[in-house]
Nanobody
Framework: QVQVVESGGGTVQVGDSLTLSCVVS????????LGWFRRAPGKEREYVAT????????TYSDSVKGRFTISRDNAKKTVFLQMNSLKPEDTGIYYC?????????????????WGQGTQVTVSS
């Protein structure tokens, strides 16, 4: 059974940076694809970024491309989301989850191990 714990959220100003972390339990972390998703107030959870098992393939939603970077540290069983040039529309609860196929799909329904999320608030 896979479980995740997200951390690193907070309240920041427009243009600031923030790095989220997600520690993943499970015996075979190095085979997992990993994804970050977010839920803005009043909206459904949406895809933000994914990374495949090797770290060699990453994807980003159009809204964060060029500002956010997803990365992974297999030794620490952790996936990161570096967020730069934050905007008010980045506000929401950020979740990470696991794609057991290792591919790093952008389809959120294929992910497992959803955590409680970490709140990011960007104030103008």
């Amino acid at each position: 059974q896979v479980q995740v714990v997200e951390s690193g959220g907070g309240t920041v100003q427009v243009g600031d940076s923030l790095t989220l972390s997600c520690v993943v339990s499970g015996r075979t972390f190095s085979t997992y694809g990993l994804g970050w998703f977010r839920r803005a107030p009043g909206k459904e959870r949406e895809y933000v970024a994914t990374v495949n098992w090797s770290g060699g393939r990453t994807t980003y939603s159009d809204s964060v491309k060029g500002r956010f970077t997803i990365s992974r540290d297999n030794a620490k069983k952790t996936v990161f989301l570096q967020m730069n040039s934050l905007k008010p529309e980045d506000t929401g609860i950020y979740y990470c989850a696991v794609d057991l196929t290792g591919y790093g799909t952008t389809i959120k329904d294929r992910y497992r191990g959803w955590g409680q999320g970490t709140q990011v608030t960007v104030s103008s």
